[in-house]
């Protein structure tokens, strides 16, 4: 397996523009995760879903941000419009049960000037 | 709330210099604690879970122990190559997310 895949691996926008990273999570793994790292404050939870449906979104900093799975190996989190301090690291995750470890993509790092 | 705290921030050892890495955690109810390693650039890498009080689990030469409120990450005779972010998190019962700590940013020199 492949394991966890993100793309793009690096982006550079310009504030104000619109961002969407993208998960293929590995197969068979009921629940994706969506992280971002920051120096400040650490791996965040933003959302995770189980089964393609969105459970816990309370990690989403605001409504610029919104993260779809419309089938179960594919994933987006876009933001919209983006702002400079959105500049991060984007980690997307999968599980084949919530309790199960979690493994992780190689992350997005995003840039926003 | 639920919190993790991890310490040192960073830690330099010299190869073969045997030492630990500290989180603690502050949950009701514990169902499991998480350790993952970190190298620069990449995701995080699944190392151990741990259940409950008093266990150990051991990987090539790092070995995870658990009690009421703190979890060890023991590195025997490190290797450069043990230089990596370690990281815990926890999850508690019924929930199914993980809250991370901030890492110790480890440094093996040879």
């Known amino acids: 397996d492949a394991g966890v895949i993100q793309s793009p691996r690096h982006e550079v926008t310009e504030m104000g523009q619109e961002v969407t990273l993208r998960c293929k999570p590995i197969?068979?793994?009921?629940?994706l995760f969506w992280y971002r790292q920051t120096m400040m404050r650490g791996l965040e939870l933003l959302i995770y879903?189980?089964?393609?449906?969105?459970?816990?979104d309370s990690g989403m900093p605001e409504d610029r941000f919104s993260a779809k799975m419309p089938n179960a190996s594919f994933s987006t989190l876009k933001i919209q419009p983006s702002e400079p301090r959105d500049s991060a690291v984007y980690f997307c995750?999968?599980?084949?049960?919530?309790?199960?470890?979690?493994?992780f993509g190689p992350g997005t790092r995003l840039t926003v000037l | 709330e639920d919190q993790v705290t991890q310490s040192p921030e960073a830690l330099r050892l010299q190869e073969g210099e045997s030492s630990s890495l500290n989180c603690s955690y502050t949950?009701?109810?514990?169902?499991?604690l998480f350790w993952y390693r970190q190298d620069p650039g990449k995701g995080p890498e699944f190392l151990f879970t741990?259940?409950?009080a008093g266990e150990e689990k051991e990987k090539e030469r790092l070995k995870a122990t658990l009690t009421k409120k703190e979890s060890f990450l023991h590195i025997t005779a490190p290797k450069p190559e043990d230089s990596a972010t370690y990281l815990c998190?926890?999850?508690?019962?019924?929930?199914?997310?993980?809250?991370f700590g901030q890492g110790t940013r480890l440094t093996i020199n040879p």
């Open positions: 995750a999968s599980s084949l049960a919530a309790w199960d470890e979690q493994f």
């Open positions: 197969s068979g793994h009921d629940y």
């Open positions: 879903f189980n089964n393609n449906v969105p459970i816990d």
């Open positions: 949950v009701s109810g514990l169902r499991g």
């Open positions: 741990l259940y409950s």
């Open positions: 998190a926890v999850q508690k019962q019924g929930a199914q997310k993980l809250v």
